[in-house]
């Protein structure tokens, strides 16, 4: 179960995935071993540091490497892994709507608006995500810095960044996604190798 929440002309959900199976029923590979992590170009999940705690587990979610978002098997019925569009869609929403930190309606300074008011590392840079955490996530978004698993398997950056998959490939061994960094004001967008494993939210469109 997990919470949504409206977006535009989008329902996003507000944790990150946490699934252990694939919407087939199918269990989706947990690795904790970094040289097996490292060798992999077929899908599977860990936790950060590869916690066995339930609470961390919920709070954060799983990471996965892109090869199980590949797979277009990750997300129930309704719902979809978004795409590189789907992300721009949500971003451009929110630049235009006036949840810029500082109120502008161009460029991408929203990286606050969805960014938790917990868990981020400090920054002294006014409309980085660190900055200031009390006026964090207006839209509800609530992004924790979940940190991510390097393509070698070991692990990084948790409380510095969040970075979620987007469903859309770049090339061969790469694909899209979007990164918030607690030093930063922005969600930017990265190209990374498909054997990280990042966060994944789930979105599906308005049904009226």
Known sequence: ??????????????????????????????????????????????????????????????????????????????????????WTTLENYLIANGYNWDGTTTGNKIGKSLAAKTDWASSGTPGAVGNDLASNNRTGFSALPGGYRYYDGYFYSQSNNGIWWSATESDASRAYGRVLNCSNGNLSRSNSAKKYGFSVRLVRDIDY
């Open 1 to 86: 179960t997990y919470t949504v929440i409206i977006i535009g002309s989008q329902v996003w959900t507000v944790e990150n995935l946490r699934t252990t199976k694939y919407n087939d029923g199918t269990p989706i590979p947990h690795v904790t071993d970094n040289g097996q992590w490292a060798n992999l170009t077929t899908g599977a999940y860990c936790f950060y540091d590869n916690s066995t705690d339930p609470a961390e587990r919920e709070k954060w979610g799983a990471l996965y490497n892109w090869y199980a978002v590949g797979t277009g098997k990750l997300a129930p019925a309704g719902w979809r892994v978004p795409t590189d569009e789907d």
